[in-house]
Structures are given as structure tokens and as C-alpha cells.
């Protein structure tokens, strides 16, 4: 949540004019050219998402940080709660799924070695009871 309000605080919105034509035969965003003029009266231009044929002089809303520079919207409460719920779930499933295989890898190593040790106890121990080993 210190993300959003941060982000929130750095940067606003403003008006912005098409400085050319947005070029672009397809259904897809392209960045183009825009100005606008900030609150000190500064001029200011960057590229900004539009679609494509937008004629130029078109109004546009752009974001912009405290400096002038163009960048994405700020992001909201509902993708930072999104966000966080998705990477718990993410970390809880990966120790879930880290602590099953340590506990499986654990069970395999002392498997192993506890069938080699009845291996070899019962090489030991199966002439004196079968029958196979008797003059």
C-alpha cells in the first residue's frame, strides 16, 4: 500500500495534444508524440499510448511524475491487494511445496539405506532358515 500511495502523491494526470498523426493500421496502441504545458507554464513533450489514426491536435490524458516525464498510471488499492494475495500464495505454496520434497527426498535417502541394511542382515541371517543352503 506504500507503492499506491506513493505513487499516487508523485504523479498526476494532464492534457496533452497529438503533435502528429498516430500511425498504425492495426487495433493495438502506439506511442505518438504529445505536448502539454505543466502547472509552472513549462512546455513538455514525450510519447504517450494512443490509437492508431488518432489525428493530430486530439486531446489526449497522459500521467506524468512530478519532473515531466510521461509514465503509467499510479497503481490502484485493488492491484496492490491482488498483488499481495497472489505473491503469499505463491511463497505459501512454495514452502508447502519446498518442505514436501525435502520430506521426500529425506524418505527416499533412509529408505535406501534401510533396505540395504535388512539386505544385508538377511544374507546373514536366510541360510540359517531356508532350506536352500543345506548339504
Not at 511463497?91 to 527426498?105: D, F, N, R, T
Amino acid at each position: 500500500m506504500h507503492t499506491v500511495w506513493t505513487q499516487a502523491a508523485e504523479r498526476h494526470q494532464v492534457a496533452a495534444r497529438l503533435t502528429s498523426t498516430a500511425e498504425g493500421g492495426d487495433w493495438a496502441k502506439r506511442p505518438a508524440p504529445v505536448r502539454w504545458t505543466d502547472v509552472d507554464g513549462v512546455v513538455r513533450t514525450g510519447a504517450a499510448l494512443v490509437r492508431p489514426g488518432t489525428p493530430k491536435g486530439s486531446a489526449v490524458r497522459v500521467w506524468v511524475t512530478r519532473d515531466g516525464q510521461v509514465t503509467d498510471p499510479p497503481t490502484t488499492t485493488i492491484n496492490a491487494t491482488t498483488s499481495g494475495w497472489l505473491v503469499g500464495g505463491m511463497a505459501a505454496l512454495g514452502v508447502a511445496g519446498g518442505s514436501y520434497a525435502a520430506w521426500a527426498g529425506m524418505r527416499l535417502v533412509l529408505d535406501r539405506r534401510r533396505y540395504a541394511q535388512w539386505d544385508a542382515e538377511w544374507g546373514l541371517v536366510e541360510p540359517g532358515w531356508s532350506a536352500r543352503f543345506r548339504p
